[in-house]
């Protein structure tokens, strides 16, 4: 299927239905659209709007849709969250990202806005497997209850505070303050940023490791940008 335009005639054609929350769903799956526009002439009358498998690399451009309530954008390019997306969306509740690209953590940030974001899910971006994500994720999204479908623990929160009043959480930031957002090329592996004190961790992983097959992993790891994810997530260090 080629890639179309999101024109208003697409969308004024595209199904409407109930969900089973009752909720006014528009569906504008698979048209392999490369990014929202004309929203505007939906005239603000859904509370769901599925994007899922198309070609959009940046979560933005929207008119102001204060029904907006769920975005399900499963299955695109997703690289890049609008700075904007609050004052658009202000009453956006659940965001669905799963099998994207957002890649550098500080992406997150652009949804602290977003005071009744309850429900969201990265799973499946390069940045879930950094090591610390869902801590990080927690701590700037205070609204989230559930995240990548797993309940926030009261606990977890606590880590989160702890470790982002620590000098390694303060380390961190700064580390992730410097990330550049990748561009992604359909067909082409996405290159996730890695900070200077993760490649070396990883040159120095290589250097140590004791089998042909864990060289190649850390390589291909390093090649892809892929910081290596520690299982018991240490909080008094950054790199574990």
């Not at 953590?105 to 990265?122: D, I, K, P, Q, W």
């Not at 497997?129 to 700037?140: A, E, G, S």
Request: charged share 25%; with cysteine.
């Amino acid at each position: 299927q080629k890639t179309m335009r999101l024109t208003a005639e697409v969308i004024l054609g595209a199904k409407v239905c109930l969900n089973a929350l009752k909720d006014r769903e528009l569906d504008l799956r698979g048209f392999k659209i490369p990014m929202i526009e004309n929203l505007g002439v939906t005239q603000n009358q859904f509370d769901t709007i599925d994007f899922s498998d198309n070609e959009i690399k940046k979560l933005g451009n929207f008119p102001l849709m204060k029904r907006l309530t769920t975005i399900y954008i499963t299955n695109n390019f997703v690289s890049q969250i609008d700075r904007e997306i609050s004052s658009k969306l202000p009453n956006l509740d659940c965001l669905i990202l799963t099998n994207n690209k957002i890649s550098v953590l500080s992406e997150v940030n652009n949804l602290s806005g977003c005071r009744y974001l309850t429900m969201a899910s990265f799973i499946e971006n390069p940045i879930a497997y950094q090591q610390h994500y869902r801590l990080y994720v927690i701590h700037n999204l205070p609204s989230v209850k559930y995240l990548d479908f797993k309940k926030v623990k009261l606990e977890e929160r606590k880590r989160a505070a702890r470790l982002f009043k620590s000098e390694a959480g303060r380390t961190m930031n700064e580390d992730i303050s410097k990330q550049k957002v990748a561009t992604f090329v359909p067909g082409q592996p996405a290159k996730v940023p890695l900070t200077v004190s993760q490649r070396n961790k990883i040159l120095q992983m290589i250097q140590t490791a004791k089998t042909s097959e864990e060289i190649d992993r850390l390589e291909k790891m390093l090649d892809a940008g892929i910081f290596p994810k520690v299982e018991e997530e240490k909080e008094g260090s950054w790199m574990g």
